[in-house]
């Protein structure tokens, strides 16, 4: 069974980069069988897709975000990083990594989430 | 890219109330629609997938319709640790992935 934490600063001062990381255990992040997600919700509000990645570092991000975000992968750490770049209060949010899977896009493993604020 | 709207956005009702909640899409995303079950504080959980597929180990009280642009989730008989926020997700046109603004169910 695959689990994922994120992990990564819960404050971080505007015009900064959010910096976050997400570990995965229980299973080979270089699988055939997942992208790799964030996604975040706002406090009170729905759920966003920022982007995935797949073993290969081949990329999807949300167009509403594609300018200020980056998503990596390090295989020989089974991990997976999220930038994203001159962060505002409206990117307050928890932070949600996932898997992804390759051929439906359906999400069955979730991180706990962690909460970053954007505050100076 | 697809818009997903819900309703109700919140709804109150009983233990053993049957309960549906609604989720249209801006144009027709076949059958690849989605259902996840948020609990406060807690990562959402996958419900039911493909319109009508119910997840392994989901209660059987909760079912799924719907095709094209209408679809409906029903909880057949609400039970007290149903009392969460539902999310649609459309898997059509992917990427982006989008979900929809959510519908609240908490207790009357």
């Known amino acids: 069974q695959l689990q994922l934490q994120e992990s990564g600063p819960g404050l971080v001062k505007p015009s900064e980069t959010l910096s976050l990381t997400c570990t995965v255990s229980g299973g080979s992040i270089s699988s055939t069988s997942y992208y790799w997600g964030w996604i975040r919700q706002p406090p009170g509000k729905g759920l966003e897709w920022i982007g995935s990645?797949?073993?290969?570092?081949?990329?999807y991000y949300n167009p509403s975000l594609k300018s200020r975000v980056t998503i990596s992968i390090d295989t020989s750490k089974n991990q997976f990083s999220l930038k994203l770049s001159s962060v505002t209060a409206a990117d307050t949010a928890v932070y949600y990594c996932a898997t992804i899977r390759y051929f439906d896009w359906l999400s069955h493993y979730w991180g706990q989430g962690t909460l970053v604020t954007v505050s100076s | 890219d697809i818009q997903m709207t819900q309703s109700p956005s919140s709804l109150s009702a009983s233990v053993g109330d049957r309960v549906t909640i609604t989720c249209r899409a801006s144009?027709?995303?076949?059958?690849?629609l989605n259902w996840y079950q948020q609990k406060p504080g807690k990562a959402p959980k996958l419900l039911i997938y493909a319109a009508s597929s119910l997840q392994s180990g989901v209660p059987s009280r909760f079912s799924g319709s719907g095709s094209g642009t209408d679809f409906t989730l029903t909880i057949s008989s609400l039970q007290p640790e149903d009392f969460a926020t539902y999310y649609c997700?459309?898997?059509?046109?992917?990427?982006?992935?989008?979900f929809g603004p959510g519908t609240k169910v908490d207790i009357k």
């Open positions: 997700q459309q898997t059509y046109s992917t990427p982006p992935l989008t």
């Open positions: 990645i797949y073993y290969s570092g081949s990329t």
């Open positions: 144009q027709s995303i076949s059958s690849y």
